[in-house]
C-alpha cells in the first residue's frame, strides 16, 4: 500500500486525479481549484481589519483554501522523506545536452544539484533571484487573477476566454525563461 509514496505518481494517474478535483470542489463546495488567493487568506488572519482589501470573514470565505494549501506544504515534507535519495528523474537526451552546455552535470536528484544546494542560494546572487522572482511572481498572479492552477485547470474547463490567454501567456513565459532567461542567468 505505501509503495505508491516512494515514488512520484505517472503523469496519465496524476493528471487525471488533478483533473477531478474541479467537478469535486464544484460539487461537494462549491469552490473553484486553485492555490493563489490562500495568499491573502494568509494575510487576512494576520493584517488588520482597517486595510478594506483583508477586512472580510476570511475563515468562511477561505478556510478551506488555507487548509488545501497546508496539505500541499504536508505533501512536499511526506515526499521529501518517503521518496529515496537515490531516485532520479528520467530527462530527454536533449535536455541532458542542452544544460551539460550550460555546465550541469549533476543529474541525480530531483533538481540539478549545481543550482539548487544552500552554497548556491544562500549568495547575494541566489537571495536576488528569490526576492525578484518571488516579486514577479506575486505580481504577475494579482494582476492575472489567479494562478497557473487557477487558470489553467479551473478557467479553462470553465471555457473562460480569460483563462485560456492566461494559460497561453504562461506557456509563452515559460518558453522565453527556458531559452532566453535561464541560458543567459546560468552562463
Known sequence: MFDILNKPLAWYIAGPLI???????YVIGNKAFG?????????????????PY?????K??????????????????????????NYHIDLATSTIQTLKGYG???FSGFVPK??????????????????IGGIMIGFGTRYASGCTAGHGITGMA??????????VSFFAGGMITTYFIIPFIIN
Not at 483533473?19 to 470542489?25: H, I, S, T
Not at 492555490?35 to 481589519?49: D, N, Q
Not at 483583508?54 to 476570511?58: A, G, L
Not at 470553465?158 to 494559460?167: D, H, V
Open 35 to 51: 492555490i493563489s488567493s490562500s495568499f491573502r487568506h494568509a494575510c487576512a488572519t494576520v493584517l488588520p481589519k482597517s486595510i
Open 60 to 85: 468562511e470565505k477561505g478556510g478551506w483554501n488555507l487548509k488545501f494549501a497546508l496539505g500541499i506544504l504536508l505533501g512536499g515534507i511526506l515526499a521529501q522523506f518517503t521518496i529515496p535519495d
Open 104 to 106: 550541469i552535470t549533476d
Open 158 to 167: 470553465n471555457l473562460q476566454k480569460a483563462s485560456l490567454i492566461a494559460t
Open 114 to 131: 549545481e543550482l539548487f544546494t544552500w552554497n548556491n542560494v544562500l549568495t547575494l546572487q541566489g537571495i536576488s533571484f528569490m526576492i
Open 19 to 25: 483533473g477531478l478535483m474541479v467537478p469535486l470542489l
Open 54 to 58: 483583508f477586512n472580510y470573514d476570511w
